[in-house]
């Protein structure tokens, strides 16, 4: 990850508490399409390099879970060999919704998103962090993150520069670009 702009200003905030949210399923695809199908990252070294010398309370990651009636097994052992590694991680909390279908496609996972949302909204209210951090590119979360920073809290964004949305470049105070060639594994 190219931190080193970034990194000097976790150096003026060593107190703060950071929370991270990971929209799973676009992290995955970026990620998919950034590392040419080499998805395998180290959340929790990930989450590490994202806060630098700051104080993790939690990472949050959002994840739509297949149905086995339209996915094949290997598909489904894969995923819940992820979640069950994940949920062995330390300060990581893995949230799921089943994946919606019509017919044999896929639908869009409406419910992620909202639920994300919430946990951002509501960990803020409650005064769960310091600042948060967006790893996503999706442009739907910056009315969100507005009402976020109106509460007093930084808003941050990772993800990959090229992809990430103009919304929430507009919208974040700190962006942290993601280089798909140095993410921990």
């Known amino acids: ?11 003026r905030y060593p107190d703060e508490r950071v929370q991270i949210f990971i929209d799973g399923a676009n992290f995955y695809k970026a990620l998919e399409s950034e590392r040419g199908g080499d ?3 180290d959340y929790g070294k990930f989450a590490s390099d994202l806060v630098g010398g700051r104080k993790l309370v939690r990472t949050n990651i959002y994840i739509s879970t297949l149905k086995p009636e339209y996915e094949s097994p ?3 052992k894969k995923q819940d060999t992820f979640i069950y590694a994940l949920q062995g991680t330390p300060f990581i909390t893995v949230r799921k919704r089943p994946l919606r279908y019509k017919g044999k496609k896929r639908d869009r996972e409406k419910g ?3 639920l994300c949302a919430t946990d951002m909204l509501s960990q803020a209210y409650v005064n769960g962090y310091d600042s948060m951090i967006l790893v996503s590119g999706d442009g739907d979360f910056a009315p969100v993150l507005d009402e976020i920073k109106k509460m007093g809290k930084r808003v941050e964004n990772a993800f ?3 992809i990430r949305s103009e919304a929430l470049r507009q919208t974040c105070d700190v962006f942290i670009s993601l280089d798909p ?5």
């Open 1 to 11: 990850m190219k931190l080193s702009k970034f990194q000097d200003l976790t150096k």
């Open 181 to 185: 060639k140095k993410l921990p594994k």
């Open 160 to 162: 990959f520069k090229e």
């Open 112 to 114: 992620i998103d909202i």
């Open 74 to 76: 290997d598909s489904i």
């Open 39 to 41: 998805v395998g990252i």
